[in-house]
């Protein structure tokens, strides 16, 4: 979903020359899908650690952080206030953190 959206999203500024909100559009692309599909080929890779609660976690983590953070960063490009790209960029980092711990656990079983 998310890189559909990108890509109209970036047909959209350039077809209208309008370049501003670039940075959410960006964050759409490489949050939203490029490390969405990283860690989806990783728990594919790895079947065992899709296992458990911490990949229920991350994966809500992930979700509510780039679909928090990348309106967030719209509205602080428009002045409109930073609060929703802060607390979707800390939402995004906790699901980081969380996949790291899902790694660890995945390679100590290994």
Do not use: C, D
């Not at 719209?74 to 996949?99: C, D, P, Y």
């Not at 656990?105 to 290994?110: E, N, P, T, V, Y």
Request: proline content about 4%; cysteine-free.
């Amino acid at each position: 979903m998310a890189v559909v959206l990108g890509m109209g999203w970036g047909i959209q500024m350039s077809a209208t020359h309008t370049y501003t909100l670039a940075p959410a559009h960006a964050h759409l692309n490489l949050v939203g899908w490029v490390t969405m599909a990283l860690f989806a080929f990783y728990y594919h890779t790895v079947p065992s650690a899709a296992e458990g609660i911490l990949p229920k976690l991350h994966l809500g983590a992930a979700f509510f952080g780039v679909t928090t953070m990348v309106p967030g960063i719209v509205m602080a490009l428009r002045h409109q206030g930073e609060t929703f790209a802060k607390v979707g960029s800390i939402l995004t980092l906790i699901s980081m953190l969380i996949f790291l711990a899902v790694v660890l656990k995945s390679r100590a079983r290994a």
